[in-house]
């Protein structure tokens, strides 16, 4: 397996530009993640999906932040507009059940950096 | 202007010493605890897992200790190598949900 795939791998765009990252989890993972990395606030957990459906996106910081998962195989999250404040790695990250152990347990992609100047 | 974020714990270690990173966690709820190993420009990357039923889990040059009355968790290192150096977080996962709670990280720099 590939493991969990994003892209872009980096976006520079300028600010009130829609942004759009894309990410590709684990076949067979059925819960999916979208993280948020800064050097202010560390790793924050924006969404989680289970089986597609958003299960919790009480990270979500407002409404310029949207995420979908059409698929089993995909998932988007948007920002519209960018503004400078969400510079910052996104990362999306797949799981199976919380309850199997070891590396099936959370597995993160390399990460989209996003700078919105 | 001053700038302001985390302040991420540091350790430096020799090569060849053994290494040990700690970690608080807030919830007595949480079952399942992991660590994670994040090189820089990488994402997070699975090191070892333990559940709250045990106190001592090894896998390869790498031992996590908890110990659930002080609520702590540490990993140890041994014979750290140049390629350990990264940023390791713990994460702790309540038995009441999926939901990964991850701690602030440690930098870890090995000294060749």
């Known amino acids: 397996d590939a493991g969990v795939i994003q892209s872009p791998r980096h976006e520079v765009t300028e600010m009130g530009q829609e942004v759009t990252l894309r990410c590709k989890p684990i076949?067979?993972?059925?819960?999916l993640f979208w993280y948020r990395q800064t050097m202010m606030r560390g790793l924050e957990l924006l969404i989680y999906?289970?089986?597609?459906?958003?299960?919790?996106d009480s990270g979500m910081p407002e409404d310029r932040f949207s995420a979908k998962m059409p698929n089993a195989s995909f998932s988007t999250l948007k920002i519209q507009p960018s503004e400078p404040r969400d510079s910052a790695v996104y990362f999306c990250?797949?799981?199976?059940?919380?309850?199997?152990?070891?590396?099936?347990?959370?597995?993160f992609g390399a990460g989209s950096r996003l700078t919105v100047l | 202007g001053e700038s302001v974020g985390l302040h991420l714990p540091t350790l430096s270690v020799q090569e060849g010493d053994n290494s040990i990173i700690n970690c608080a966690y807030s919830n007595s709820a949480s079952d399942y605890f992991i660590w994670y190993k994040q090189e820089s420009g990488k994402g997070p990357q699975f090191i070892i897992d333990i559940r709250s039923n045990m106190d001592k889990r090894q896998g390869q040059r790498v031992t996590v200790l908890l110990n659930k009355t002080v609520k702590h968790l540490s990993l140890q290192i041994a014979a750290t190598q140049p390629g350990d150096s990264a940023v390791y977080f713990c994460a702790e996962i309540p038995n009441t949900g999926n939901q990964f709670y991850f701690g602030t990280g440690t930098s870890l720099t090995v000294i060749p």
């Open positions: 076949s067979g993972h059925d819960y």
């Open positions: 999906f289970n089986n597609n459906v958003p299960i919790d």
């Open positions: 990250a797949s799981s199976s059940p919380y309850l199997a152990s070891g590396a099936n347990v959370l597995t």
